[in-house]
C-alpha cells in the first residue's frame, strides 16, 4: 500500500512538474515582444548562418554570412528572400515561418501539447499544422526559443539553431519592410 502511495506521489510531482516547465514557457513567450539572435539554418544538408530580429507578430529580418548578400524579410503577411542575383516573394502563410513567427498560435499549440525534456537541455515541443512538421526548441533554463526544425510536403528538412538570444531589445520597425526588387 504504501509503495502505491509514494508510486502516485511520484506520477503526480512529474505531472506537476511538466506542467510547471509548461507553463513558464508559455508565460515567457507572452512576455516576449521580439527577439534577436545569431543562427545557423541546415537546409537538406547546406548550413548558412547569420544574425536575426524577430518581431511578433510574424515579422523577422535575418541577414546571411554569405558573399551573395542575402536576407529573409517577413512583414507579416509575405516572405522574401534577396540576393545580389536574385529576388524571391512568397506568401508567409506558404511557409512554417508563419506558424513559428506566430506567437499566438505556438501559445495554444504548447498548452495543449507534450512537450519532451531532452538531455535536461532542451524542452521540445512537436506538432503537424497545415501541410507541414514542426519542432520547436526552447532553452530549458531560459525558457527562449533556441531553434526550430521543419519539414515540408516536398520533405524538404530545414534545421535552424539560435544562439546569443536577447528579448525585448529596441527594433527598428524599418527593418521588417520588405526590399524592392532591383
Known amino acids: 500500500m504504501i509503495s502505491k502511495l509514494i508510486f502516485l506521489f511520484l506520477l503526480f510531482s512529474i505531472v506537476e512538474a511538466s506542467a510547471n516547465v509548461k507553463q513558464k514557457i508559455i508565460q515567457n513567450l507572452e512576455t516576449t515582444n521580439n527577439l534577436t539572435f545569431n543562427f545557423e539554418q541546415n537546409i537538406n544538408g547546406k548550413t ?7 518581431l511578433y507578430p510574424q515579422k523577422i529580418f535575418c541577414k546571411y554570412n554569405l558573399k551573395n548578400k542575402k536576407i529573409l524579410v517577413s512583414n507579416g503577411k509575405s516572405i522574401v528572400i534577396k540576393t545580389k542575383s536574385s529576388y524571391y516573394l512568397y506568401p508567409l502563410k506558404r511557409t512554417p515561418l508563419n ?9 495554444n499549440k504548447i498548452e495543449n501539447l ?7 537541455k532542451f524542452i521540445n515541443f512537436k506538432f503537424f499544422e497545415e501541410d507541414f512538421e514542426v519542432n520547436i526548441f526552447f532553452d530549458y533554463k531560459t525558457l527562449n526559443l533556441i531553434g526550430w526544425q521543419t519539414k515540408d510536403i516536398y520533405q524538404n528538412l530545414s534545421i535552424t539553431f539560435l544562439d546569443s538570444v536577447k528579448k525585448n ?6 527593418l521588417f519592410i520588405l526590399p524592392e526588387q532591383n
Open 169 to 174: 531589445q529596441k527594433l527598428n520597425s524599418n
Open 114 to 120: 507534450n512537450e519532451r525534456i531532452l538531455d535536461n
Open 99 to 107: 506558424l513559428i513567427l506566430n506567437k499566438e498560435f505556438l501559445i
Open 48 to 54: 548558412e548562418n547569420g544574425h536575426c530580429a524577430l
